[in-house]
């Protein structure tokens, strides 16, 4: 909750600096690759990432770009979007904390991710440590970079990523060090009977690697962020840590869009921003490969911003090469909008890769954006929404699994309208019984729907973010064990096959 918080003050400062509420995003900023055709209605990608929890999917809330035009959804919806942030001091309501500024950085061309960054700032209090040697270990890769007259942007970023100061979670990292790893995971199972059971969380040996790009986040006052970790820490905790159960985590520092250029505080070129942050992801995707075992599978996972850029590493790197393709475990593009033609699994924004429709299918892609059922998305809403004779894809993983939804939120958050409060000391809270989830199509918006149900333990707490965002903070974490278990039969069926 303390996340969630620390992102909605940020939102509301960053708002306040660029002008009060008349500050709008640029739907470019994510849309560099709208020309495909894509529309992702304002790439919902580079969106602001508060999350539900913060603390507990602290850097949720992105503000996402709008580059998913390809699908021909509309460019609008950044626009929308960004109109939409102007109006976020009602979901800032309580945020006393802060987000932490990275803007340590003072590298021109460093620039903040800007949706995540109540997720990020959440987590980044409580993921803290080991931040101080991965910050030191970065400055000195950057400087040494720079005296030696390299870039780091698009045309040279592989040198960076060699670095372990730059991956904030990586196997090859002393544990203290690994954000991820250092992390405290255990949650609190609450019960509809009222029970809270202590869950201890360990970190599993995995036969497969899960790749990971944080939405926007950062605060720093450009473009683009630094590779500096500040507010990427929480976020990325919160989105990935507990994903340590069922792949290793690999999740680098990327120069995303940042936070104060969504809301329009920044000028330049927001179709060089995008492509810095593409440049970075490409080149850590390019890194992994040449470092890893070729047999070994991968799963693609980001948010917001950070889903929309693998939607497009997807298309111009993978969607096309049958071993690119090939140790493709599945691609998880959250809270940003994949296409689809009507009716089919295959053929809108990716050639080849198609729609994931049972549990233990890989290759494929997983995708939703998530809407409470009291706040549907209406004609505007900025995600899942596709026009012409494209669909939102809409694929929950609770329901591939044959399960009900089991979210997993930040405690606090999760508990900040019951009274009294069951007896939870850890981080997290995992809810069984909290939500009904089911995929939803209505005119142009294919959805996950999200349902407070009568059992649930604890008493209802928003889950809308703004008007036309509908839950996207929340994405990861409305269905974050579900996710888990999936990744969990996916890998097996990999390694079987």
Request: net charge negative.
């Amino acid at each position: 909750m303390l996340r969630i918080l620390v992102f909605l003050t940020a939102l509301v400062l960053v708002v306040s600096a660029c002008g009060g509420g008349s500050a709008t995003p640029d739907t470019e900023t994510e849309g560099a690759s709208a020309s495909e055709g894509q529309s992702e209605a304002a790439d919902p990608d580079e969106g602001a990432g508060v999350g539900e929890s913060e603390a507990e999917g602290a850097g949720e809330a992105e503000v996402a770009p709008a580059e998913e035009a390809d699908s021909g959804e509309v460019e609008a919806e950044e626009t929308d979007a960004a109109a939409a942030s102007t109006t976020e001091p009602e979901a800032s309501s309580g945020a006393e904390d802060q987000p932490t500024d990275s803007t340590a950085s003072t590298e021109a061309g460093t620039q903040a991710p800007a949706a995540d960054a109540e997720g990020d700032a959440a987590e980044q209090e409580s993921d803290a440590g080991g931040a101080d040697a991965d910050n030191t270990a970065t400055e000195v890769a950057v400087a040494e970079s720079e005296a030696a007259g390299d870039e780091y942007g698009p045309s040279e970023p592989q040198n960076i990523y060699n670095d372990l100061g730059i991956w904030m979670c990586h196997p090859d990292k002393a544990a203290a060090d690994d954000v991820c790893r250092a992390a405290d995971k255990s949650a609190t199972l609450l019960g509809a009977d009222g029970s809270a059971t202590v869950e201890p969380f360990a970190d599993a040996d995995s036969s497969i690697d899960c790749l990971y790009y944080y939405p926007t986040t950062s605060e720093d006052a450009t473009l683009n962020s630094d590779l500096i970790a500040g507010t990427e820490i929480g976020t990325t905790v919160s989105q990935t840590s507990r994903l340590g159960e069922v792949c290793d985590v690999h999740a680098p520092l990327y120069r995303s869009t940042t936070l104060p250029a969504l809301l329009g505080g920044v000028e330049g070129d927001r179709a060089m921003a995008r492509e810095i942050a593409f440049g970075d992801v490409s080149a850590a995707w390019d890194h992994y490969l040449q470092n890893s075992d070729p047999d070994r599978g991968v799963v693609l996972i980001g948010h917001s911003q950070g889903a929309g850029l693998i939607r497009q590493l997807i298309q111009e790197q993978i969607d096309a090469d049958p071993a690119m393709r090939e140790r493709l475990v599945a691609a998880y593009i959250l809270g940003s909008t994949v296409t689809v033609p009507d009716g089919e699994l295959v053929g809108g924004d990716f050639e080849n890769v198609p729609v994931c429709t049972t549990a233990e299918e890989t290759g494929c892609v997983i995708s939703f954006s998530s809407y409470v059922d009291t706040d549907p998305p209406g004609a505007d809403g900025i995600f899942a929404r596709a026009v012409g004779d494209r669909q939102a894809v809409c694929v929950s993983p609770a329901a591939l699994l044959g399960e009900e939804a089991d979210s997993v939120f930040d405690s606090e958050l999760a508990l900040r309208e019951t009274d009294p409060k069951p007896d939870v000391s850890t981080t997290w809270a995992r809810i069984p019984t909290l939500l009904d989830t089911r995929c939803v199509e209505e005119g142009d918006h294919n959805y996950l729907e999200l349902s407070l149900r009568d059992d649930s333990p604890i008493a209802p707490f928003n889950l809308a973010f703004l008007p036309r965002w509908g839950a996207h903070i929340h994405d990861v974490h409305v269905e974050y064990a579900n996710i888990a278990r999936l990744i969990e039969r996916q890998a097996t069926a990999f390694t079987a096959n």
